[in-house]
C-alpha cells in the first residue's frame, strides 16, 4: 500500500517569499510524481510533474525529487497571494497508472 | 469539449435513494479515472478505465457503487441505496494514455440527507 504523507499546514509564508512544500513516500518503487494545486471549492488541478532525481523548473515552480531518501519537494519562488491553496502530491509505480494522493498541504500567502 | 464535464454539480438525495453521476471526458483521453473527496480530505481512488480493458475497481468502497464506461467516452458512477457516508464531491478525471497527467472535471457534490 503506497503511503503519501504532506504536513497539512496550514504554511503561511509573505508575500514575495519562497513556499517549500514538501512530500514523502513509502513505496520506492514510486516511479512518476506529481504536484497539483487545489483552491477551496474547485478541483485538483496539475501544476508540476517530475520523473528523475533532480530538479525541475517551471516558472516560479521548481520540483525537486530525491529517490533516495524518498521525498520530493515544490518550491514557489516570489510567493503570490494568489498561490494560496491546497497543494496535493500524487504519485505512481512503474508502468502503474493509478495515482496516490496525499492530503495536501494548506498554503496562505499573506500579503 | 475543451475539458471534463461533470453533471451534475450538485445532487441532494434522501438515504436509501439511488444516484447516477456522469463524466465526459476530454476528447481523445483514453484514460478515465473517478476519486471521492470527503470534506477536508484528501483524493480516495474509486476506480479507473483504460479504452477497452477491464476496468480497475479496487477502490469501490462497496457492492453499491458501481461504474460504466462505453469505449472511450462518457462514463456514469451509480450508488445504490445512498448512505450518509456517501456524502463527498466526486471527482472525475481523464488523461491521455494513462501517464498520471490528469485533468479533473468540476466535480459532483452529493449530499445524503
Known amino acids: 500500500q503506497k503511503e503519501v504523507e504532506q504536513n497539512s499546514g496550514p504554511l503561511s509564508v509573505p508575500e514575495g517569499a519562497i513556499a517549500s512544500l514538501n512530500c514523502t513516500y513509502s513505496?520506492?518503487?514510486?516511479?512518476?510524481f506529481f504536484w497539483y494545486r487545489q483552491y477551496s471549492g474547485k478541483s485538483p488541478e496539475l501544476i508540476m510533474f517530475?520523473?528523475?532525481?533532480g530538479d525541475k523548473e517551471d516558472g516560479r515552480f521548481t520540483a525537486q525529487l530525491n529517490k533516495a531518501s524518498q521525498y520530493v519537494s515544490l518550491l514557489i519562488r516570489d510567493s503570490q497571494p494568489s498561490d494560496s491553496a491546497t497543494y496535493l502530491c500524487?504519485?505512481?509505480?512503474?508502468?502503474?497508472?493509478?495515482?496516490?494522493f496525499g492530503k495536501g498541504t494548506k498554503l496562505s500567502v499573506i500579503p | 469539449g475543451a475539458g471534463v464535464s461533470q453533471s451534475p454539480s450538485n445532487k441532494v438525495t434522501e438515504k436509501g435513494k439511488d444516484v447516477e453521476l456522469r463524466c465526459d471526458p476530454i476528447s481523445g483521453h483514453t484514460a478515465l479515472y473517478w476519486y471521492r473527496q470527503r470534506l477536508g480530505q484528501g483524493l480516495e481512488f474509486l476506480i479507473y478505465f483504460q479504452g477497452n480493458s477491464a476496468p480497475d475497481k479496487s477502490g469501490l468502497p462497496s457492492d453499491r457503487f458501481s461504474a460504466e464506461r462505453t469505449g472511450e467516452s462518457v462514463s456514469t458512477l451509480t450508488i445504490q441505496r445512498t448512505q450518509q457516508e456517501d456524502s463527498a464531491v466526486y471527482l472525475c478525471?481523464?488523461?491521455?494514455?494513462?501517464?498520471?497527467?490528469?485533468?479533473f472535471g468540476e466535480g459532483s457534490r452529493l449530499t445524503v440527507l
Open positions: 478525471a481523464s488523461s491521455l494514455e494513462a501517464r498520471g497527467e490528469l485533468f
Open positions: 517530475i520523473y528523475s532525481n
Open positions: 500524487a504519485l505512481s509505480g512503474a508502468g502503474s497508472y493509478q495515482l496516490t
Open positions: 513505496d520506492r518503487g514510486s516511479q512518476s
